[in-house]
């Protein structure tokens, strides 16, 4: 266990739907992230959160949208994807993004099918 | 361009040594980091150089070459558990985590 945690676990959906993934931490930090993973291609990440105040987005497409209420928690609310967004979506949370020494810890993540 | 190489796959023998390189390109340089991934699973921390080195951990040891833009994670007395995805990531001047694909390393009896 990491402290981060994901649900779902699993997801199949169709183009047409309207989903969210949920990421909640445990350790007290104020920095999350989302990150795609796709089979042998490197993390990409898609959005920053510092103290719930959005610093990255890596030019994602509007069908993702990130929201981040307070500190612990995290959604990516998807509509109308794409079966090339299939993928594993992750999670992950540090202290803050300051300190370039700082671990990132990572959820389990959510596999994600759209069909 | 900013850029990670490392080897695709490897494949080493219980109780032996392996030793997973990986290559950077970045603009500016904070710090490399190497975690873990096992198949399904959420990748784990293992280590972070920010200088020259070589820093041991128990059997998992990392080193890094600034100059050379090069570091390695090195695992000895390799355990069946070891089987997994090893993941290099450098941070660049902006505070960025450049990521590189993972080497996915089996452990044979």
């Known amino acids: 266990e990491t402290g981060v945690t994901q649900t779902p676990r699993h997801l199949v959906m169709g183009m047409t739907n309207k989903k969210s993934l949920k990421c909640e931490q445990h350790?007290?930090?104020?920095?999350m992230y989302w990150y795609k993973q796709s089979a042998k291609k490197p993390l990409e990440l898609m959005f920053v959160?510092?103290?719930?105040?959005?610093?990255e987005n890596n030019s994602v497409p509007s069908r993702f949208s990130p929201e981040c209420p307070n500190s612990s928690h995290l959604f990516l609310h998807l509509h109308t994807l794409q079966p090339e967004d299939s993928a594993l979506y992750l999670c992950?949370?540090?202290?803050?993004?300051?300190?370039?020494?700082?671990?990132?810890?990572f959820g389990p993540g959510t596999r994600l099918t759209v069909t | 361009g900013q850029n990670i190489d490392q080897p695709t796959e490897m494949t080493a023998t219980e109780g032996a040594i392996v030793q997973i390189n990986c290559t950077y390109q970045t603009s500016g340089f904070n710090g490399l980091f190497w975690y873990q991934q096992h198949a399904g699973e959420a990748p784990t921390f293992l280590s972070y150089?920010?200088l020259d080195g070589l820093e041991e951990k128990g059997r998992f040891s990392s080193f890094l070459s600034r100059s050379k833009g090069y570091s390695y994670l090195l695992l000895k007395e390799l355990q069946m558990k070891d089987s997994a995805s090893y993941l290099c990531a450098a941070r660049d001047s902006n505070y960025q985590l450049i990521w590189g694909a993972g080497t996915k390393l089996i452990i044979k009896p």
């Open positions: 992950a949370s540090s202290q803050d993004e300051g300190q370039p020494s700082y671990e990132q810890y």
């Open positions: 150089n920010v």
């Open positions: 959160y510092n103290f719930k105040e959005q610093t």
């Open positions: 350790l007290g930090h104020n920095a």
